[in-house]
């Protein structure tokens, strides 16, 4: 392949997901020179699984994330539908913010942000090496040969290395909702240890075809507070969600088609997340449950697609449809898009310090799903850490490490770095 120099950087970040956005702008507004690197313009920022930021410990991590000078807070108030703060009947160490978004409006505000941002440049490429020497990074490479020179790089590569998206007996090399996946980056050619995970995600289906009236309403609060510091408390219109519930003849269903999921056949190999499971993991796992909880949100204002919360799955669309048939108010739904797994490569993230920087190569920062994580919040908290510290390494300064007493974040990547995520 014939090279050629495409730029000197500061740093590059490898990745436009909720880590990378937070990793590039983290640099650029430290006075970094900054490249962020993406497969798809119109996949920066992404909301690629559920129309949500916030929830249970997650909101936590927002608000730290404003608080360190990021900007997913500023971009979940501009573009929520409804906002609501949980658990408010329990104490206030459970109390957690958590906001329904408009995903095209949440995706079109951050990429405003990045692209009227100083120091910060954007453009399109697929890595496919990540250059070294002397032990330290030294830049990165695309397929078509453009080499980016940079002393600091943050991979954020999400759920792209490697994807392979898997619906019941069909599986296809792609990314999330239809993109490109990466599949020329090889990470263990660098010396590091890889994992395959896998997520997944339920169908989207059309709001006119739903009977509302059979589901419980789910409003948010009438005097919404915010994620972000910066945002003026005007309150705005809110839009609702909606509560359902599984049963006994949806249950039947998937204990009767459970050889015709992909985990349970063999053709996933990837570690599903604790946190999120799959709902046929749910009625396996939990057979003395004879329902479980769905919402149903807006995925936008300017859409009928509605995303069935709690119902993610890897069976067959055929299943998919006939399970979903059995829930209160989805009797007649139709999809729009059906729920699928992503299996993809990440790394064993004990090979990282607690700056988030690869121990064996100085300059090489991870950030997000790459780390085996699961969430945008997550993601995002990462990001903004990764990126001080990738300044910080050009700087020779000491790297800003958050302790368990500091911060949710420090509880996350400390137990990132010491345990894994087996």
């Not at 599986?171 to 995970?197: H, K, M, V, W, Y």
Request: overall charge negative; charged content about 20%.
């Amino acid at each position: 392949m014939d090279k050629y120099n495409a730029g000197k950087y500061d740093v590059v970040v490898v990745g436009a997901g909720h880590a990378g956005c937070e990793a590039a702008l983290a640099c650029a507004r430290m006075g970094k020179k900054t490249m962020l690197l993406t497969l798809n313009l119109d996949g920066i920022a992404l909301m690629a699984c559920n129309p949500s930021v916030g929830g249970t410990s997650k909101g936590h991590l927002v608000r730290e994330v404003d608080a360190l000078g990021g900007q997913m807070g500023l971009c979940a108030d501009s573009a929520y539908m409804q906002i609501k703060m949980l658990n408010t009947s329990k104490g206030a160490a459970v109390q957690s913010l958590r906001s329904q978004q408009d995903k095209t409006l949440y995706q079109r505000n951050m990429k405003w942000t990045l692209e009227n941002t100083d120091n910060l440049h954007i453009s399109t490429g697929e890595v496919c090496k990540v250059e070294t020497s002397g032990g330290r990074v030294s830049g990165v490479m695309t397929t078509i040969g453009a080499v980016f020179s940079a002393d600091a790089v943050v991979l954020c590569t999400g759920v792209y290395l490697k994807s392979r998206v898997i619906i019941g007996e069909h599986n296809i090399s792609s990314g999330p909702s239809g993109l490109f996946g990466a599949d020329n980056l090889n990470l263990g050619e660098l010396g590091l240890e890889i994992q395959r995970f896998k997520t997944g995600t339920p169908a989207r289906v059309d709001k006119r075809t739903l009977d509302l009236d059979k589901m419980i309403v789910q409003h948010g609060d009438e005097n919404p507070i915010h994620f972000s510091f910066m945002t003026s408390s005007a309150a705005r219109e809110q839009y609702p969600c909606y509560l359902t519930y599984t049963n006994e003849k949806t249950h039947e269903i998937i204990r009767d088609n459970i050889d015709r999921s992909p985990l349970y056949s063999g053709k996933i190999d990837g570690t599903g997340p604790r946190y999120c499971p799959s709902i046929e993991d749910k009625v396996v796992k939990f057979p003395d449950k004879d329902r479980h909880q769905i919402f149903i949100e807006p995925e936008g204002i300017w859409t009928n697609e509605m995303y069935v919360q709690g119902m993610s799955s890897s069976l067959p669309e055929d299943v998919q449809k006939a399970l979903y048939a059995t829930v209160p108010g989805l009797e007649n739904a139709v999809f729009m898009r059906p729920a699928y797994a992503i299996e993809y490569d990440c790394i064993e993230p004990t090979q990282l310090k607690a700056s988030l920087e690869i121990k064996s190569i100085g300059g090489l920062f991870c950030a997000g799903q790459i780390n085996g994580t699961s969430g945008y919040e997550e993601a995002a908290a990462q990001g903004v850490v990764a990126g001080i510290n990738a300044v910080q390494y050009l700087k020779d300064e000491m790297p800003m490490v958050l302790g368990r007493s500091d911060a949710y974040a420090g509880v996350l990547i400390d137990d990132l770095v010491t345990k894994g995520t087996p």
